[in-house]
């Protein structure tokens, strides 16, 4: 649709009774902040879980992988570019990926292999109710020892 007729649209629906138009505008505050909170886990990447289109993107969906995260929320700046720049104003963090656990805001590919490599991330999934299977996997390894 015309950016012109989205426009006509848009007046149309305000000017009737009974009728509400709001703009959901990917880049807003608002918008950021209820996509971080819809989830427990949130990641917005350039690309897909599925196909990363970075390497630092890359890291952070194989970390979570490491650690079983699955049904994660995971948002592609690459196809929407006010998304990409509200989430760094959000967060006041200049870089993609950029990771956000119950809401709240971790970090990028950098802080996260950080939590990782010092088992801080397995206790901060622990608080959303997510068992490490980095857990699951050390208790195996210390079964075949004995």
């Known amino acids: 649709m015309s950016r012109a007729l989205s426009r006509v649209s848009a007046l149309l629906l305000r000017s009737r009774p009974g009728c509400r138009w709001e703009s959901h ?19 917005f990447i350039k690309g897909t879980p599925a196909q990363p289109m970075c390497g630092f993107s890359n890291a952070v969906v194989q970390i979570l992988r490491m650690h079983g995260v699955e049904g994660y929320a995971a948002y592609n700046v690459l196809e929407d570019q006010d998304l990409r720049q509200g989430v760094k104003s959000f967060s006041n963090w200049p870089t993609i990926p950029q990771v ?10 950098d802080i996260l292999l950080q939590m990782h490599q010092n088992g801080d991330l397995v206790e ?7 068992r490490s299977a980095l857990l699951d996997a050390e208790s195996s390894q210390e079964e075949e020892k004995k």
Do not use: M, Q, R
């Not at 950021?32 to 989830?39: A, D, I, R, T, W």
């Not at 901060?124 to 997510?130: D, R, S």
């Open 25 to 43: 505008a990917s880049g807003t505050p608002e918008y950021v902040e209820g996509l971080v909170k819809k989830n427990k886990v949130v990641v």
């Open 100 to 109: 956000y656990l119950n809401g709240e805001f971790v970090g990028g590919c």
């Open 124 to 130: 901060e999934l622990k608080k959303l109710g997510i």
